[in-house]
């Protein structure tokens, strides 16, 4: 069921548009990025083309951002903790405090592995909790999650995700192209999301 303690604070976005085609349709980032914070959870690019698409949309970085790159081998993925089996041991783990320093980009070299996914996300999130800022979080794509994961397992990390996400105030944004989607799918994620909206940026709750 749709959360409703914090209206839209959670989206997701159907259509056949890239995470910088979307955002400056629903996105509140590009009305006032000096004031936002950007995590963004990919299945699909590196940091450094992730930025480049976003600097030519907006010209201007925000303030602290963060890339969890999921299902790549790097040292910083080889070397990350495991943490527990679970994705709601992830969301619940302790993490950072506020004001640590947290590299730019980390990375999850499995897929599947949620548990550490969220970790990730929740160390960032954690550690902007008292900054005068909007955390916003970005996941590109929930085609890339569900290629990894079961339908079930999807679904309930975006439940986890978006709870955490709520929990610092935040604003999450998941990506998801209906053609790569039937509808009995897409009818399980909308469940865990408290605005859908569509690439004409027309919004159903």
């Known amino acids: 069921?749709?959360?409703?303690?914090?209206?839209?604070?959670?989206?997701?976005?159907?259509?056949?548009?890239?995470?910088?085609?979307a955002t400056p349709e629903v996105c509140d980032v590009l009305d006032c990025p000096a004031k936002t914070n950007l995590l963004v959870i990919s299945y699909s690019r590196d940091s450094d083309a992730w930025l480049r698409n976003w600097r030519r949309t907006t010209g201007e970085r925000p303030p602290e951002f963060g890339f969890v790159n999921v299902g790549?081998?790097?040292?910083?993925?080889?070397?990350a903790p495991k943490s527990g089996p679970t994705a709601r041991s992830a969301?619940?783990?302790?993490?950072?405090?506020?004001?640590?320093?947290?590299p730019v980009a980390a990375a999850v070299s499995d897929p599947t592995d949620l548990a550490t996914v969220g970790v990730r996300a929740s160390e960032y999130l954690e550690t902007w909790r008292e900054e005068d800022r909007r955390s916003v979080v970005l996941l590109d794509s929930l085609t890339?999650?569900?290629d990894a994961v079961s339908l079930d397992r999807a679904a309930r990390f975006v439940?986890?995700?978006?709870?955490?996400?709520e929990s610092v105030d935040g604003r999450g944004y998941?990506?998801?192209?209906?053609?790569?989607?039937?509808?009995?799918?897409?009818?399980?994620?909308?469940?865990?999301?408290?605005?859908?909206v569509t690439a004409d940026s027309s919004v159903s709750e």
């Open 159 to 165: 439940h986890l995700l978006g709870g955490r996400i």
């Open 91 to 102: 969301l619940t783990a302790r993490s950072p405090s506020p004001g640590d320093t947290l």
């Open 1 to 21: 069921m749709a959360r409703s303690q914090s209206p839209s604070s959670n989206t997701l976005l159907e259509g056949p548009v890239s995470p910088e085609d």
């Open 72 to 79: 790549v081998t790097t040292r910083s993925a080889a070397s």
């Open 174 to 196: 998941f990506l998801a192209d209906p053609v790569d989607h039937d509808d009995a799918s897409l009818g399980v994620l909308r469940e865990h999301v408290d605005s859908v």
């Open 144 to 146: 890339g999650l569900l």
